[in-house]
Every structure is written in structure tokens, then in C-alpha cells.
């Protein structure tokens, strides 16, 4: 089954790094499921989320271990401060009116509210899309998000793009604590992003061909000021159409 997550860049204003790499690949899931769904209720059930974000990789089997942990990414959702925001207003967003796990049953109830329905739908240019296959293929937290943030970027004819982000932006965007050094950056997300993004695992394909990190300094000292970030995405010599099994429908 091929599944694209795709929404209004709305959405990237707040950092998931705080859900655990498990509850990142559920969110994603559930957005994933919601797009053209409006604001009706709409059931799943476990077994839905459980294949899209790969939920037997990390051997939690058992139906408790998976009902914690879809109420848990809930619960964190609810502290997010999600927001849009366009030329003429601002406004915090309520992700769903509904989320509601029938542990008995199996099954999940999720009713998206009005302005989240919005940012899954209401997409012109300025959309993030990704592949939740690859998504669910990443380890690191980090590079979950790191990833996400380059798909902005990605240019749909040449499959290519850069981010160019100052120290700072990149420190609040990715939530990196304030204790991270330069050589801490470079080991625990831009290293493990070139090793999980550049190589095959599972006899599967890479996501990217290049992965290139530039470090700027500032125009005085020798301070890191900014980074350009620019990646290329892996190009199937033999690719298949791009067709959402669920709905037909060519993505």
C-alpha cells in the first residue's frame, strides 16, 4: 500500500521532537489516513496503524503496549501549539474534536476539527509532502524531523533542494537543548542523518542520492552562523507509478 502524507506548511511551526520515533510514525499515520476525509468521524482500526508505521519493527506486540502508545501521542499532541498563519491572521489550532481508542474493539474514532481539515486539503503550493514509507524507515527522532523539514523544500521537477537556516532556527526548529555543542549537532543528527537517509537498510532502496550539510561562519569570529542543507532524492532507475492503492488515484 502507497501512502503520501502531504499538508499546508502550517504545520511545520511546532516541533515533534518530543514524541518518541514510535509516536512520530503513528501521527503521521493518522494524518496520512485523514486527507479527504473533511471533518466527518471516521473509524480505523489498530491493524490500519499498526502496518503504515510499521508498529511490529519495534516488537510491541501486545494490544496495551499499542493502545499506550497511540493515547500517549494524543496526549502530547493536546500540549502542541500548533498554529496558522497567513498575511492577514493568526490562530492556534485544535488538531482533531475527536480522538477517541476503543481498546476492546480494536478500533480508533478520529473527527478532524475545521482548520486542521483545512491544512490536510486546502493545498496550493505551499505544501510538505513526503513518502510515509520513508518516514517509518527512519530511526532517529532527529532525522525524522530533520527529514519532514527538507520535503518543504523539495522541488517537485528535479526531486532536489536546499535549507538554508541559521544556527538558531535550526536549534528552536529541530528542539535541540541548549547543552548541544557544534560537535553534538554534527554526531547525534547531521551524521546519523547522512547514515539513515544516504544508505539502504533492508534491502530496501536509500531515500536520498546526496546529503550535503555547508557550515557559514559569521561575517566576524569564527562562530557557525548558519547552515545550507541540500539534498538530492534517490532517482529508481526502474520506478514504479506513484498510484495510492486505497483510493486508485495517482499521487
Not at 40 to 60: A, C, H, I, M, P
Not at 87 to 99: A, D, G, K, S
Not at 195 to 212: H, R, T
Request: hydrophobic share 35%.
Amino acid at each position: 500500500m502507497y501512502e503520501v502524507v502531504r499538508y499546508n506548511n502550517g504545520l511545520n511551526t511546532v516541533p515533534l521532537r518530543k514524541f518518541t520515533p514510535v509516536e512520530m510514525d503513528l501521527f503521521w499515520a493518522v494524518c496520512s489516513k485523514m486527507k479527504r476525509q473533511g471533518t466527518q468521524t471516521v473509524e480505523f482500526g489498530f491493524e490500519v496503524f499498526k502496518e503504515l508505521s510499521k508498529y511490529d519493527r519495534s516488537n510491541r506486540r501486545h494490544r496495551d503496549r499499542f493502545y499506550s502508545d497511540l493515547k500517549n501521542m494524543f496526549e502530547k499532541l493536546r500540549t502542541l501549539n500548533f498554529y496558522y498563519e497567513d498575511e492577514r491572521y493568526y490562530e492556534q489550532l485544535l488538531l482533531f474534536q475527536r480522538f477517541t481508542i476503543d481498546k476492546e474493539k480494536e478500533k480508533v474514532i478520529i473527527q478532524a476539527s475545521e482548520k486542521f481539515e483545512f491544512i490536510l486539503n486546502s493545498i496550493s503550493t505551499n505544501f510538505t509532502r513526503f513518502e510515509l514509507e520513508n518516514m517509518t524507515t527512519l530511526d532517529s527522532s532527529y532525522v525524522k524531523e530533520l527529514y519532514r523539514r527538507l520535503m518543504q523544500f523539495r522541488n517537485n521537477d528535479t526531486k532536489q533542494g536546499y535549507w538554508a537556516v541559521t544556527v538558531d532556527d535550526f536549534r528552536e526548529t529541530l528542539d535541540i537543548p541548549d547543552s548541544y555543542r557544534m560537535s553534538d549537532i554534527d554526531k547525534r543528527i547531521f551524521n546519523k542523518a547522512k547514515e539513515e537517509l544516504l544508505e539502504p537498510k533492508d534491502n530496501s532502496k536509500p531515500i536520498f542520492d546526496e546529503l550535503s550539510i555547508e557550515k557559514i561562519k559569521a561575517k566576524k569570529g569564527n562562530k557557525i552562523q548558519r547552515f545550507v542543507i541540500r539534498f538530492k532524492e534517490y532517482e529508481d532507475p526502474n520506478p514504479v507509478p506513484m498510484i495510492n492503492f486505497m483510493t486508485g488515484e495517482e499521487i
